[in-house]
Structures are given as C-alpha cells and as structure tokens.
C-alpha cells in the first residue's frame, strides 16, 4: 500500500481545528488527537487530488464523512468524479458529535467565563468532556448530556459512532487509557496495520470484552439518541 499524502486536521487557535494535506512526518506526528469542530477535509481532499497536486492520498475523517467517500467511489453519481483509485484509505474516527463553533464558544464564556481561545485540549473521559483551558492546573469537567447543548444538530440525528465505512476506525476507550482501539474492517487497512507493526510504527494487543463492551455501549446509546431525535423533530 502506498500513498503520498494524507489528508487530517490539525490543532487550530483554542478550539479550532484546520484541514491540511499532510507529506511529512513531523506535521503528521502534530495532526494525532482529537478536533471536536468540523473542517473541510473532504474539500481539501477533493482539490488535492482532482488538481494531481496529490497522486494517492489518505484520509483521516469522521464516520458521516466515511459514509460519503466509500458511497461516492463504489456508486459514483456523476461520471469523472470517481477518484476512489486514487484514495488509498479511509481513517474513520469513532464520534459522538462535532460541536457548532460559536454555540460552544458561547457556552464557554456563558459557564465559566473562559474565552475559547484559550482552550488547550478537549478530550472525552470517564463519561464527561474535560476542556483544558490556558493557565489552568485542572480541567473543566463538562457532563456529556450537557454538551448536547453545543453539539451540530445533525449530529443529533446521526447514528454511526465507530465508522463502519472507513478502512480502520480508530478512537478511544475509557478501558484502555493511552491506547487507541482500531477495528480493521477491509483488507487494505489489514495490509496498512501489518505494514505499520513491521515497521515497527504501532504496537498491537487485543481489546479485552471490557473494550468491547464500552464501545457497544457507546454505539448503542448512539443509536438511541438518533433514534430520539428523528421521532421529535419528523
Ligand atoms: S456525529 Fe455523525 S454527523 Fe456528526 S460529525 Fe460525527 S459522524 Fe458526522
């Protein structure tokens, strides 16, 4: 398997993230960890490609993201859109929800007064958002039916948590801190994941039931928000 770019998001200012197509190690190493907000990945995918300025690319992209790219290269609508020969693989996260950018901006400074520039990290753990904020020794602790309130609308409506679509999908447990959970759904990300242990790039164990559990749990309650949702709002 080979590609010569891959397309992710790195950090932006506080809680922005920003799409960019990567060809070195260095900003690849920089693009590893979670961005809550929604980029243009796919545009920036698009333009890489149809422009050649990118042979074969890699994509890291949540699951609805997924979705689109494996229906677009195996059903291709519009004919010379095809580029699914030239996207060399599909980096699925596992995803709760992007948050709107201005609703949790004003969230922030509503509850506790902080400016969204100064958010350093937002990470999900033991069931509830941990933000931490510039200058501040402990995070702020953010209850997840609470976060509901900033997250994209569509999200609510979606009901795919482990991107069922991508090649990998990769995301965290709370079973397994420091590590991240990979389901190797296709063959090409098979070769990826042996290629990367030869290399010696990743270190592999399998996920224990506990694992298991925590991710049914979280695709479950998933389902049942969409589920919730689609009957309220149709
Ligand atoms: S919750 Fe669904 S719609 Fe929202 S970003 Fe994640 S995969 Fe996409």
Redo the contacts with the bound molecule.
């Keep these: 398997m080979s590609f010569d770019a891959a397309v992710a998001t790195l950090k932006g200012r506080g809680i922005e993230g920003k799409a960019v197509v990567i060809k070195d190690r260095e900003t690849l190493l920089a693009a590893a960890g979670s961005r809550w907000t929604?980029v243009e990945n796919l545009r920036l995918l698009h333009e890489a490609l149809s422009s050649y300025q990118v042979d074969r690319a890699a994509v890291v992209c949540?699951?609805?993201?997924?979705?689109f790219l494996r229906q677009a290269s195996t059903f291709p609508l519009v004919e010379g859109t095809d580029f699914s020969e030239r996207l060399a693989l599909i980096l699925g996260?596992f995803?709760?929800?992007?948050f709107s950018q201005p609703s949790f901006a004003a969230f922030l400074r509503r509850r506790f007064g902080v400016s969204p520039a100064r958010v350093q990290e937002v990470s999900l753990r033991e069931g509830e958002l941990r933000v931490q904020v510039e200058g501040e020794e402990a995070p702020l602790a953010i209850s997840v039916s609470e976060a509901l309130e900033f997250?994209?609308l569509?999200?609510?409506?979606?009901?795919?948590?482990t991107?069922r679509d991508a090649d990998v999908s990769a995301g965290a447990a709370a079973a397994t801190p420091g590590w991240t959970v990979l389901v190797v759904r296709t063959e090409r990300g098979e070769r990826m994941l042996e290629e990367a242990k030869r290399r010696g790039y990743v270190e592999t164990s399998p996920a224990s039931e506990e694992v298991l559990q925590e991710i049914q749990l979280r695709a479950g309650e998933?389902l049942r928000r969409a589920t919730e949702y689609k009957l309220r709002l149709f």
Excluded: E, F, M, R
């Design positions: 929604l949540t699951p609805c993201q997924a979705h996260l995803c709760l929800g992007t997250v994209n569509g999200c609510l409506l979606c009901d795919g948590y991107a998933k």
